[in-house]
């Protein structure tokens, strides 16, 4: 019999999966997990002891596995991509509010976070819900959204120009020379769970379709500034064993950069998703 519980991390965002060994868990406890996904956007394991091929083994019970094409890869497992961050560098990857793949037409369903080296304080993970942020809104600017499609890319963060390959996070990153674009709904219907959700994230959109850059950052900042509202949040204080899985499509996340002077090792698998209207 499961002796699964589920904890509430905050009002809107996040839930912690107590009484589960992931390299045991059972279809039923697969099924149980995967529906708080759904409903929570997050769900968060402690003291586990996940190796690299039992975390492709996990994965591999949530969906199909798509490999990250910029992150740097783990030696010896393709699968894994490594979000990384030595004690030199100052730049770390996910430092903003994002959702991971939205520059892909069909984005991933959602990504495992498994921790592997932690800086003594920090490095902690904010996620935020993106139901919640789109329930808030008027019904007025609601049906205003409804009519828009956000155009998404990550070539200012990863290609030649970008950022992030230009930070001294830069000769880690593989994929300079891919283009990326995806044209999504502002607002999306979960998969699972038919909610409403806000799709436009700070990091990878970058204006509304037909419209100019600058008239769509003025409602795009307006929706970021809404999102990243402090009770829509939860924040993941990580520990060593805690694994982590969100869903990108119901949540933004972003990885706290204040342990200048530390290593910070996190393994990450992207798990696919579907096409998202
Ligand atoms: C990510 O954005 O995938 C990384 C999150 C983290 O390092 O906490």
Redesign the pocket.
């Known amino acids: 019999m499961s002796t699964i519980e589920l904890e509430k991390m905050s009002e809107h965002v996040g839930t912690e999966i107590l009484g589960i060994d992931l390299n045991r868990a059972s279809d039923a406890d697969i099924e149980t997990i995967k529906a708080e996904l759904a409903n929570r956007g997050l769900v968060v394991f402690r003291d586990q002891n996940l190796d690299e091929q039992a975390h492709i083994d996990f994965a591999k019970r949530i969906g199909p596995i798509v490999v990250n094409n910029y992150f740097p890869e783990n030696g010896k497992f393709p699968e894994i991509a490594e ?1 990384r961050k030595a004690e030199t560098q100052l730049a770390n ?2 430092g903003g509010w994002h959702t ?1 793949h939205s520059y892909d037409q069909i984005p991933a369903m959602g ?1 495992i ?1 498994v921790a592997r080296e932690l800086p003594p304080v920090g490095g902690d ?1 904010l996620f935020a819900s993106m139901a919640a942020a789109y329930e808030s809104l008027s019904d007025g600017l609601k049906k205003t959204l409804e009519s828009l499609r956000a155009v998404h890319t990550a070539d200012h963060i990863y290609g030649p120009q970008g950022f992030l390959s230009n930070s001294d996070q830069g000769a880690d990153l593989k994929g300079r020379d891919l283009k990326t674009l995806a044209i999504h709904p502002a607002v999306i219907r979960h998969p699972v769970t038919g909610q409403k959700l806000l799709y436009v994230n700070s990091a990878f959109t970058t204006h509304f379709e037909g419209w100019t850059r600058d008239e769509s950052l003025v409602l795009l900042n307006y929706l970021y500034a809404i999102g990243m509202q402090e009770e829509f949040q939860c924040r993941l204080q990580w520990q060593p064993g805690t694994v982590a899985m969100w869903d990108n499509r119901s949540t933004w ?1 972003y ?1 706290l950069n204040d342990y200048h002077g530390h290593r910070r090792l ?1 393994h ?1 698998i992207t798990i696919d998703g579907v096409p998202i209207s």
């Open positions: 979000v990857i996910g991971d990504s976070l993970t996340h990885a996190m990450r």
